[in-house]
Nanobody, 124 residues
Framework: QVQLVESGGGLVQAGDSLTLSCVASGRTFGTHAMAWFRQAPGKEREFLAGINWAGSYTLYEDSVKGRFVIARDNAKNTVSLEMSSLKPEDTAVYFC?????????????????WGQGTQVTVSS
């Protein structure tokens, strides 16, 4: 069992940077691939970035590639999402997710555990 708690969301202006953090409980964090998803009002939840259990492989959705960076620290049971050059269209609730497996997946259905989400609002 893994419990996830996100933090770091807030209100920022376009062009600003923001870093989200996700703390995981449970001794098996290091065996889980991790990802960040987001859901904007009226839209489906979408994959943003994922990282494998070892932190040696990352995958990004095209719209955030070059602006967002995912990282993990298995010793601290944390995964982060560093976001830069934020745009109003990045406004959404951001979710941390974990699935028990080595590989990264973009498919929401494969993720076993989810955080409660943290709101990011980017003003123009």
């Amino acid at each position: 069992q893994v419990q996830l708690v996100e933090s770091g969301g807030g209100l920022v202006q376009a062009g600003d940077s923001l870093t989200l953090s996700c703390v995981a409980s449970g001794r098996t964090f290091g065996t889980h691939a991790m990802a960040w998803f987001r859901q904007a009002p009226g839209k489906e939840r979408e994959f943003l970035a994922g990282i494998n259990w070892a932190g040696s492989y990352t995958l990004y959705e095209d719209s955030v590639k070059g602006r967002f960076v995912i990282a993990r620290d298995n010793a601290k049971n944390t995964v982060s999402l560093e976001m830069s050059s934020l745009k109003p269209e990045d406004t959404a609730v951001y979710f941390c997710a974990a699935h028990h497996g080595a590989f990264v997946s973009t498919k929401e259905a494969l993720y076993d555990y989810w955080g409660q989400g943290t709101q990011v609002t980017v003003s123009s």
